[in-house]
């Protein structure tokens, strides 16, 4: 049974009014003695809170103050202990990507995605190589991006990439607008794959690489996989998982 509960909000104002209702009622226990964490947000504040507590192993419960709300619940102030003790657990596991520029390296994490984006009106022109092997010697595009399954159903999804269980041992590859091949709509890829993308003609067609909410600008390559070794519990009210969000998704017309 959750008895202690740390309260965070975004910068929305209806957020904040809530957090100082949600106190009085509950109270706001710091992080360090919290059974959980209740962010109260969208789903971007969702994934900074996630990185804010990666280290921590206490759960993420969101209730939804944003536009899309696929990682939130639903704001009710009443019975919120009994909400989280009854709540479905999902353990995602995020990105890692180290991004290669004139200025270094950069490394970063994401719970969604990393995509590399055209930074110029002229397409990026990428190789892409899995595992030490040339999948694509060429890829002309407007850029391309890997999802875990947590994020397939985010701008993968709006990509036309496919959608992933939750569970899925997989990573989704999806190419933004992709010119030559022109029949490549992505790929399939087991978590376990080390994916590099070189960046082609990086000097006359710059490219930035993005991990969540972290860019790198005028990359030269870009490796990315798995880290089994980082994870984040967030929480779902029970029959709203996110087995069944993902699931659900998959027959909206």
């Known amino acids: 049974m959750t008895n202690k509960i740390h309260f965070m909000a975004s910068d929305v104002a209806e957020a904040q009014a809530a957090v100082e209702e949600l106190t009085k009622r509950y109270g706001n226990a710091s992080p360090d003695e919290a059974d959980a964490i209740v962010a109260l947000g969208g789903d971007g504040f969702m994934l900074q809170s996630a990185h804010e507590f990666i280290e921590s192993a206490v759960p993420i419960y969101g ?3 944003g536009s899309v709300g696929f990682l939130m619940n639903e704001y009710r102030q009443e019975e919120l202990f009994e909400r989280l003790a009854g709540a479905e657990p999902a353990r995602i596991h995020p990105l890692r990507m180290t991004a ?3 200025q270094g390296k950069k490394t970063a994490i994401a719970f969604n995605e990393v995509s590399l984006l055209r930074q110029t009106r002229q397409t990026a022109k990428l190789r892409v190589v899995l595992d030490d092997k ?8 407007d ?4 999802a875990t399954p947590a994020g397939s159903t985010a701008y993968n999804l709006s990509a036309h990439g496919p959608i992933l269980p939750i569970n899925a041992p997989l990573l989704a590859m999806t190419p933004l607008s ?3 091949p022109r029949r490549w709509r992505g790929a399939l890829l087991p978590h376990t794959a080390k994916i590099r993308i070189d960046i082609l003609s990086s000097q006359k067609r710059p490219v930035s690489a993005v991990a969540d ?6 990359v030269e390559r870009v490796e990315i996989s798995e880290d089994r070794n980082i994870s984040v519990t967030m929480l779902f009210d029970a029959g709203h998982s996110l087995d069944e969000r993902v699931l659900a998704e998959q027959f909206v017309y």
Do not use: A
């Open 213 to 218: 909410d972290l860019e790198v600008r005028d």
């Open 100 to 102: 290669y520029s004139g």
């Open 63 to 65: 209730m939804n103050f």
């Open 178 to 180: 992709p010119f030559r």
């Open 143 to 146: 850029g391309i991006l890997v």
């Open 134 to 141: 040339v999948r694509l010697e060429e890829l002309v595009c």
